[in-house]
Each structure stands twice: as C-alpha cells, then as structure tokens.
C-alpha cells in the first residue's frame, strides 16, 4: 500500500465514523517528523478514541502497524504514528485549544473532498 492509498484509506475511515473537520496538511517541505498530518476531531473523548481505534484496525487489516500510538489520559489527544504519515485525533475542546494547524500554518493545506462524503 503506497502512501496515497494509506492517506486515502485514514480519511475514508475517519469519515465513516463521522469524524468532524478532517484536515490533510503536507507537511514534509518543513519537518522530518512525517510528509503529512491528518487531523481530525470527535465530539467527545469516547468517540475521538473510537476514530483512532478505527484507523488502528482498518490499516492493521493490511498488515500496518504504527510505529507509535501515545495518548493523553483522558483520550482528547491521541497519536498514531505512521512513519510518514501522523494521524491526530483530538476531542473537540482540545482541538480549538492546541490550534495545530495555526502552528503548522506554512504547511500546505490538501483538497480531501473528493474523499468525504457529503450529508
């Protein structure tokens, strides 16, 4: 499974499990800490653990494993680490509070729409 189709794959996961305002930042011209962030929050801590969850079996399912998942106590932040790829699930309230797309604002914010589905 090349990168595209992992990247593919985590969105259309997260959007069937409704998870709300995915966000796809190419990010690799400005870190080596991974090419994209995916971020993506729940409306509440079971259901951000939920999302992550998901990815978790949906990429184990083709034989990829994270090389890292850290999570903050309560569930509201939770990484899945890819290598090239990191998946950041946060609760609603953290999200607005962390702001990590403010942070990495010089990163290039990708067109997912085609990947979501509409309601």
Do not use: C
């Not at 083709?62 to 939770?78: F, Q």
């Amino acid at each position: 499974m090349n990168q595209q189709e992992k990247i593919e794959l985590i969105i259309k996961t997260l959007d069937s499990k409704r998870g709300e305002d995915i966000q796809l930042l190419k990010i690799g011209d400005l870190t080596i800490l991974a090419d994209y962030f995916v971020i993506v929050n729940g409306t509440s801590n079971t259901h951000a653990r939920t999302l992550a969850d998901e990815v978790e079996f949906q990429l184990s399912q083709r034989k990829i494993e994270p090389e890292r998942r850290e999570a903050d106590t309560g569930n509201t932040w939770i990484i899945l680490d890819y290598g090239d790829i990191l998946v950041h699930v946060f609760y609603k309230e953290t999200r607005s509070f962390y702001k990590l797309e403010g942070v990495w604002a010089d990163g290039e914010q990708v067109d997912i729409s085609g990947l979501i589905t509409k309601e």
